[in-house]
């Protein structure tokens, strides 16, 4: 029996799954900057690629913490492992907000066990000076 585990895991600003089950994945990110804190995105997906033991089904929580601060709900999900093992999840995020700048940690979780992490850091926008345009007389 192959150990559960995600073989990729990132966010992005859009990713869907074809007819045939082929995953699209556009705009991969790990780095967000905010205008002021708190700030955060208004839209975005977080994508995993798990493998595991062929057909077969699995619980899964994934988590969004910061230090010991919880940013993200726990989403508790059933997932089930194609023939080949492999799987894919997608969860769409609308309005995440992040109290400060750092890195928040978004981890998978299958019986308690972290099978797979990745992390984003947010940080504030450089503010960009104004740009003053001398005309000609």
């Not at 089930?80 to 978004?106: C, D, Q, R, W």
């Not at 981890?107 to 984003?120: R, W």
């Amino acid at each position: 029996m192959k150990d559960l585990h995600v073989q990729f895991m990132t966010f992005c600003d859009y990713a869907m799954t074809s007819q045939e089950g082929k995953l699209s994945i556009v705009g991969i990110f790990d780095e967000v900057r905010v205008q002021q804190f708190p700030g955060g995105i208004a839209s975005a997906a977080l994508v995993a690629m798990i493998n595991g033991k062929p057909d077969t089904s699995y619980k899964l929580t994934i988590k969004g913490d910061k230090g010991a601060k919880n940013i993200f709900q726990p989403v508790e999900l059933a997932i089930k492992t194609g023939m080949s093992g492999a799987s894919h999840i997608t969860i769409n995020l609308n309005n995440v907000g992040f109290p400060e700048a750092g890195e928040y940690h978004f981890t998978v979780q299958h019986e308690d066990k972290e099978i797979g992490k990745t992390v984003l850091k947010v940080m504030q926008a450089k503010q960009q000076n104004e740009l003053k345009y001398k005309l000609p007389n």
